[in-house]
């Protein structure tokens, strides 16, 4: 399997933005869920946000009305759109497709 590739991670002020990047790949990418997930130090990894192929999507209940999740299955990409970014959202934030394998991750640091 090919590993997704995330980007657009970077050290941000509190109240800021940042869209992350996910570039994936495989033949069932359209009907396959995608995943953004996280993990700050000392942390479990957390599941911040889903996409179903057809475009229903789900949230962390922490990240609800400030993240939003897109995808575009003729580029198999993924976006995690991050507005209002606090201190707590500090992480390295992981693109998972459902039936795939782990990224590598991009951090985000949140900190004035």
């Known amino acids: 399997q090919v590993q997704p590739v995330e980007s657009g991670g970077g050290l941000v002020q509190p109240g800021g933005s940042l869209r992350l990047s996910c570039a994936a790949s495989g033949n069932i990418f359209s009907i396959d869920t995608m995943n953004w997930y996280r993990q700050a130090p000392g942390k479990q990894r957390e599941l911040v946000a889903t996409?179903?192929?057809?475009?229903?999507?789900n949230y962390a209940d922490s990240v609800k009305g400030r993240f939003t999740i897109s995808r575009s299955n003729a580029k198999k990409m993924v976006w995690l759109e991050m507005n209002g970014l606090k201190p707590e959202d500090t992480a390295v934030y992981y693109c998972?497709?459902?039936?795939?394998?782990w990224g590598r991750g991009t951090q985000v640091t949140v900190s004035s």
């Open positions: 996409i179903t192929g057809s475009g229903n999507t």
């Open positions: 998972k497709p459902s039936l795939g394998s």
